[in-house]
């Protein structure tokens, strides 16, 4: 069984750039869901993809966008980046329309630096 | 909003001894409460969950306590190893399959 990846894992960009971060969810999973997690804090939801359609959207603002494709893999693309915007950003899998929806399984993250 | 309260911020336990932590929450709407596990570097592993129709729920030295009408949760740790210091994070699950995480709880374990 294939876990969750995500690449890549460190990234380095300037105030208004843009950033395109990837990952691939784990074998026999249809959802995705992306989280950013500020350091020393909790994971905060950003949104989910679930057929390729955005399924559910936290407090973030429309300069994170995201997309899900065919194969499940998913990508979170960040406009006018901020120096905010630094964190740990974890990328999360599960299967939905069975009781294993319950389980999310995180991958490693990408560690977004904007200087 | 905060809507997952978690405490302690940090905890220091012996080799041998229990860890604790509590979590409380304000939406009734959660539905499920799964704890994680994470590790310098790493994403968040699943530990335990429990939905709200059960009280208890142990899983080797891991057992999450669950008072619905409170409308808190814990996670008791027992048999504490060194191996076990990281930061833990519980979490609810809300509209959406939408995790809402506490502010986690880092946990250092004295050999």
């Known amino acids: 069984e294939t876990g969750v990846t995500q690449s890549p894992t460190h990234l380095i960009k300037t105030r208004g750039q843009q950033v395109t971060l990837r990952c691939s969810s784990q074998s026999g999973h249809n959802t995705v869901s992306w989280y950013q997690q500020a350091l020393g804090q909790g994971p905060q939801f950003i949104f989910q993809?679930?057929?390729?359609?955005?399924?559910g959207r936290g407090n973030f603002p429309p300069r994170f966008s995201g997309l899900q494709f065919p194969n499940y893999s998913s990508e979170l693309n960040v406009n006018a980046l901020e120096l905010d915007d630094s964190a740990l950003y974890l990328c999360?899998?599960?299967?939905?329309?069975?009781?294993?929806?319950?389980?999310?399984?995180f991958g490693p993250g990408t560690r977004l630096t904007v200087l | 909003q905060q809507q997952v309260k978690q405490s302690p911020q940090s905890l220091i336990v012996q080799k041998g001894g229990i860890s604790i932590i509590n979590c409380a929450y304000e939406?009734?709407?959660?539905?499920?409460f799964p704890w994680y596990q994470q590790f310098p570097g790493k994403g968040p592993a699943l530990l335990i969950a429990?939905?709200?129709?059960?009280s208890e729920k142990k899983e080797g030295r891991f057992t999450i306590s669950f008072n619905k009408s409170a409308k808190q949760f814990s996670l008791h740790i027992m048999d504490s190893q060194p191996g076990d210091s990281a930061t833990y994070f519980c979490a609810a699950r809300g509209a959406g399959n939408m995790l809402t995480f506490g502010g986690g709880t880092r946990l250092m374990v004295k050999p």
């Open positions: 993809y679930y057929r390729e359609e955005e399924n």
């Open positions: 999360a899998s599960s299967l939905a329309g069975t009781s294993s929806t319950d389980t999310q399984y």
């Open positions: 939406n009734t709407a959660f539905d499920y």
């Open positions: 429990i939905r709200p129709d059960v």
